[in-house]
């Protein structure tokens, strides 16, 4: 049996065991999914340990994505993006690589979205930056909002490094305007996932634009209601999670990956919890 898990703390409400158990059963892998939790200053002995125990392939999660970079041999984007949250063992040595950038374009693209123009991400952190990067790789150019406007200027200078893309950085101030003017809008903050706000004014949404909220809990955020109300194409945060995982299991076994029963398994446990 091969072993594939998810390293993190805390790992108890991860959506990701089911919807990889359910493509273990789909393709007919002799395989299971399980999680690791060690303490919040361990998460490199975990990935040494995970690798001698015959770990196939890990996951790696909240606080562990940049403590493990150092741990593996990385991909050029993982690197440039600063974080691991994906590590196949079935290299040698292990090779680190982010799946949350291809969760983006993945998402957008199954929902018919060309990428192409200019993009706006709103958040300079994790997931902000593995945006920005993604998006400025696919093609976009890509303008960085965050309420700290110096992170946002700091993501523009490393993505234009890594992408030569035309990638600028802005404070939350001039939002409105960006959106107007944009093709693809990504939240990419924790707005909306606790209370019922938006990031983004709801008249700077318009039916040209195709909107991916990071959000997945809850699964219909308010950015995604005026998103829809505007006419707006509109991408729910379970589909990025989705295929992050998606891009992961195909890195680790080569196959590809039966979308359709991840994607049921993943809503079947959202709804549940």
Known sequence: MDVYGLVGNPVGHSLSPPMHEAAYEALGLDARYVTFEPPA?????????????????????IPFKQDVVGAVATTDLAATIGAVN?????????????????????????????LAGTAVVVGAGGAGRAAAFALADAGLD????NRTESRAHDLADDVVAATGRDVAGHGLDGLAALVADADVLVNATSVGMEEDRSPVPADALHADLAVLDAVYDPIETRLLRDAAAAGATTVDGAWMLLFQGVEALEIWTGERAPVDAMNTALRGALSSQ
């Open 41 to 61: 200053d361990e998460g490199a002995a975990a990935v040494d340990a995970a690798a001698t125990l015959g770990v196939r392939g890990l996951n790696v999660t």
């Open 142 to 145: 890509v303008d960085v909002a």
């Open 86 to 114: 994906t590590i196949d063992f079935g290299t040698d040595p292990p090779t680190g690589h982010n799946t949350d950038a291809a969760g983006v374009v993945r998402a957008l693209e199954h929902h018919g979205v060309d």
